[in-house]
């Protein structure tokens, strides 16, 4: 856990190989909402951190997606 900005911190750095994203079937934001990546800096899907998803988990109503940044 942490903050968004620690968050996209990690990725930019390079500093993390794997992350564990928890999906809830729930929808919340705003225009004030923050991103759970904070300023990762990425505004193409051309230049997003590749992933590859190495397990979907289900966890009662929520999910666990596993994933290896590339």
């Given at each position: 856990?942490?903050?968004?900005?620690?968050?996209?911190?990690?990725?930019?750095?390079?500093?993390?190989?794997?992350?564990a994203l928890f999906?809830?079937?729930?929808?919340?934001?705003?225009?004030?909402?923050?991103?759970?990546?904070?300023?990762?800096?990425?505004?193409s899907l051309d230049d997003a951190p590749q992933m590859e998803i190495s397990s979907v988990t289900a966890l009662g109503e929520d999910w666990m997606i596993s994933a290896i940044i590339k």
């Amino acid at each position: 856990e942490g903050g968004s900005l620690i968050h996209a911190s990690f990725i930019k750095s390079n500093t993390v190989d794997q992350l564990a994203l928890f999906l809830a079937p729930k929808v919340i934001g705003g225009q004030e909402a923050l991103s759970w990546c904070g300023n990762l800096g990425v505004d193409s899907l051309d230049d997003a951190p590749q992933m590859e998803i190495s397990s979907v988990t289900a966890l009662g109503e929520d999910w666990m997606i596993s994933a290896i940044i590339k």
